[in-house]
C-alpha cells in the first residue's frame, strides 16, 4: 500500500522562482489538505479540499495555490517563491462525512523546500 | 480560536518507565483527537484517534484518554523502550471551521535512554 505519497522529497528554490509539488493518494479517501511545519512549531494547514473540484484555504493560504481535478491528487504550487516558504511540507488525506464524522488523517512523508 | 499545547516540550525517561504526555485544547467542541509520533527528518505516523465521544483508545503499550469538559488528552506510553525516541504530537478536530482540519500542539520530544 503506498498510502500518501509526495514529490520531490527536497527541493532548493530561488527566490522568485515557482514550482508545484505533488501530492498523490489511493485510498479513496474525500478529504485531502496541505501543511506546513517550520522549526520546533506545529503544523499548520495550508489548504484542503473536501472532494475533486472544491478546494478552500487554510490558516496560512497566502502565497500558495492548489487545485483538484481527482480524487488521487491535490497538488499545492508556489508562484513567486519567497524565503519566508522555507518549510517542511506535508500532504495528508482522509475520509469524512458530511454529518461531521472525521476519521484518521495519513500524512506523506515530506517535501523539505529551502527558498534562498 | 482553538489552541493546542503540549507539556512538557522535551521529556528524557530511562528504559523500562512508565510515562504520561500531556495535551490540553481551549476549545472543547472538538470532532475527535488525534496523537502522532514523527522521528526527525520523517513524516508523521498516526498512533491513535480518539473520537469525540469516546473517553479513551488503546494500541499495544499506548494509551490516549480524553476528557473534552477539562480539555485535556493523555498519552500514556507503558514499559518505555529506546525505539519510542520521538516528537509525540497532539491534534485536534476542531468543529466550526474546516471539517476535519487539525489544529496541532508543538510536540513532545521523548529520549528514552537504554
Known amino acids: ?116 | 480560536k482553538q489552541e493546542v499545547t503540549q507539556i512538557p516540550a522535551a521529556l528524557s525517561v530511562p528504559e523500562g518507565e512508565n510515562l504520561v504526555l500531556n495535551c490540553s485544547f481551549t476549545d472543547s467542541a472538538i470532532y475527535n483527537l488525534q496523537w502522532f509520533r514523527q522521528d526527525p527528518g520523517k513524516g508523521l505516523t498516526s498512533l491513535l484517534l480518539i473520537q469525540s465521544s469516546q473517553r479513551e483508545q488503546t494500541s499495544g503499550r499506548l494509551n490516549a484518554s480524553l476528557d473534552k469538559s477539562s480539555g485535556r488528552s493523555t498519552l500514556y506510553i507503558a514499559a518505555s523502550q529506546p525505539g519510542d525516541s520521538a516528537t509525540y504530537l497532539c491534534a485536534v478536530g476542531a468543529r466550526g471551521g474546516s471539517q476535519g482540519n487539525l489544529i496541532f500542539g508543538k510536540g513532545t520530544k521523548l529520549s528514552v535512554k537504554p
Open chain 1, 1 to 116: 500500500n503506498a498510502g500518501v505519497t509526495q514529490t520531490p522529497k527536497f527541493r532548493i528554490l530561488k527566490i522568485g522562482q515557482s514550482m508545484t509539488l505533488q501530492c498523490t493518494q489511493d485510498m479513496n479517501h474525500n478529504y485531502m489538505y496541505w501543511y506546513r511545519q517550520d522549526p520546533g512549531m506545529g503544523l499548520k494547514l495550508i489548504y484542503y479540499s473536501v472532494g475533486a473540484g472544491i478546494t478552500d484555504k487554510g490558516e496560512v493560504p497566502n502565497g500558495y495555490n492548489v487545485s483538484r481535478s481527482t480524487t488521487e491528487d491535490f497538488p499545492l504550487r508556489l508562484e513567486l517563491a519567497a524565503p519566508s516558504q522555507t518549510s517542511v511540507y506535508f500532504c495528508a488525506s482522509s475520509y469524512s462525512t458530511r454529518t461531521g464524522g472525521s476519521y484518521e488523517q495519513y500524512f506523506g512523508p515530506g517535501t523539505r523546500l529551502t527558498v534562498t
